[in-house]
């Protein structure tokens, strides 16, 4: 009897151990700036305080101000951990929180002063800053390089699409909040850097090279159809800008930037990586949609013997 019991609950098991861990940091960060106030002070992003606490760069990123943000942040990380962290590694898969967090906190700073100077409002210099939304966003971007065509469950997408909608989402409500400017920024250097990261800089050791080269991964695979004439041209302009040193390295070692792929890995060794991931997500779907029928049999057997 219990045996099937346990197994029916194998959604909300499976968390790697790193994933665990940075729950915990995540969850703690809000205990501690809830029980001290204070400490958000010395912890969240405040740009007119960042120079002399720039260790606020890192820690901004795992600070949730919120409860709904704390819920939110550690479920995701919890469940896209399980499907990303063995696909790519558990040093990856911290190398990328750690990266891309850095990276968008940065980003945000600079826009948060950018705007205290263009409209002259000191709420930019002194509004805190904080959230694992950015990272989370950047899980996004992963699931869509892995299993950029797996219809995802319940919402009937594809994977692909999953980082366009949510900022086209968090836009949209951007509208109608009174206070955009504390997680739409963080969303979009999140989406955006997360894409920088996995598209030149992740090492692959299977190939020594980084990065994926595939079209099918490229900046413009991020807005719709029509618009990728128009996106191509511009988005090459960053890219070289950018990654130039990045490109002129790898085009050395047999990769070429114009119509071949870009600098990274081998466009075969990418689509194996997809390969991979989808295996792994529809194994884990299997998993739970045969535990769920389980602990659904199970509780017809007991109501049966309850009658």
Known sequence: MSTPAISGTSLFTGFTRLCKGLAVVLVGGHIVVQILPSAVTYLALIPARTIPFAWNLITSGYIEQSVHGAV???IGLLFIGKLLEPIWGSREFLKF??????????????????????????????????????VLSGFLVGIKQIIPDQEMPLLRIKAKWLPSLTLLLAIVLSFFTPEPATYLP?????????????????????????????????FSTFFPEFLRPVIDPIASI????????????????GYTFGGAPLPGSDPIEASRRREKGARALEERLASEMLAVGTREEETKKDAAENV
């Open 238 to 253: 960053f890219g070289r800008m950018l990654c130039g040193r990045s490109e002129t390295l790898n085009e050395t070692r």
């Open 186 to 218: 963080t969303l979009i250097f999140g989406t955006y850097m997360s894409w920088i990261y996995l598209r030149y800089l992740q090492k692959k050791p299977e190939t020594k090279l980084r990065g994926d080269p595939s079209d099918e991964f490229a």
């Open 72 to 74: 939110i942040s550690t």
């Open 97 to 134: 929180i750690f990266v891309v967090n850095f990276l968008t906190s940065l980003c945000v700073f600079i826009t948060a002063i950018s705007l205290y100077y263009i409209t002259m409002q000191e709420n930019y210099l002194y509004m805190p800053l904080s959230g694992f939304h950015g």
